[in-house]
């Protein structure tokens, strides 16, 4: 008998219930929250429609007050490295080598992007991401890390049909707390067009905020698929996906699977 799903995952955060519940325990987020609402509010009424450039002004917002927060939720920078170290090693031990040719989608200021640059041999690593802001702040991380020999490509994007990019090319393409911020036509047209840039025997990791209930969002931003509906979209465009199980025991609480153009096999 298969185990009943954590009640996490069946939460609802869109409901009116759950957001009196969660105000009455986090009294102090109230005025946050309702301040982001607002801004939210503001930017989707000017960007109606489009979603992308309603996340760039959202990612402009957050990256003036604190780039770190604007990646990552809280200003904090010990969690900034704590999460960016969290992904490397996780990738390192699952198959990234120096000779990999590597795409990171939604980049943002290199949080693990960094330590990806260092360990790749130089111009293995491209960074991509729909808000130049971001990227501005990535520059400035490669120049802190002193990376600059290592000769990164980043590159502002407006959609995710990867077509400046050529065939077959990456050997791991990764994107991290991406699709927890968009909707499913982004994440379809990222599936659309991965395939392509993938060379053979690659694979794409990303993350996703799981839900085993209904898919939700809140505030336009947040977004929450069952697991599902991505491993479908995946086998429509001809990817095969592996949910990385080992990945639910760190403590970062977003899923990941892994997309192949054949299916992983396991010894
Ligand atoms: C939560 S941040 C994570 C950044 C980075 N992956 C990390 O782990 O530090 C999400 C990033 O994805 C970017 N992003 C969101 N939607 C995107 C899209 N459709 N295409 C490319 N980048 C996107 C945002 O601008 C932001 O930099």
């Not at 969290?86 to 980049?107: K, S, T």
């Not at 499913?184 to 694979?203: I, K, Q, S, T, Y």
């Not at 947040?222 to 592996?242: I, M, P, Q, S």
């Amino acid at each position: 008998m298969q185990d009943p799903p954590d009640p996490r995952l069946l939460k609802n955060r869109s409901r009116l219930g759950h957001k009196l519940r969660y105000a009455l325990a986090h009294p102090r987020r109230v005025g946050p929250h309702l301040r982001r609402a607002a801004r939210n509010a503001r930017l989707r009424l000017r960007h109606r429609g489009d979603h992308v450039a309603f996340y760039r002004a959202v990612m402009a917002s957050d990256t003036a007050r604190s780039p770190e927060a604007a990646v990552g939720g809280v200003p904090s920078h010990a969690r900034w490295l704590a999460i960016g170290r969290m992904q490397y090693d996780y990738l390192v031990a699952h198959g990234l080598r120096p000779g990999d040719r590597m795409l990171e989608i939604g980049c943002g200021n290199l949080r693990a992007g960094w330590r990806f640059i260092d360990h790749l041999e130089p111009g293995h690593y491209y960074g991509i991401d729909i808000s130049p802001d971001i990227l501005v702040e990535a520059k400035k991380t490669v120049v802190r890390y002193g990376l600059q020999d290592k000769l990164p490509y980043l590159t502002p994007v407006d959609d995710l049909t990867l077509d400046f990019l050529p065939d077959a090319w990456f050997t791991v393409v990764h994107a991290h707390s991406v699709f927890s911020h968009s909707p499913l036509e982004v994440v379809a047209e990222c599936m659309a067009n991965v395939g392509r840039v993938l060379a053979p025997g690659g694979f794409f990791d990303f993350t996703f905020d799981r839900t085993e209930g209904h898919e939700h969002q809140v505030l336009g931003e947040d977004f929450y698929y069952r697991t599902e509906t991505l491993v479908r979209l995946a086998a429509k465009h001809g990817l095969a996906a592996h949910f990385m199980d080992d990945w639910e025991r760190l403590p970062h609480g977003q899923s990941k699977l892994r997309l192949t153009h054949h299916p992983v096999v396991s010894h």
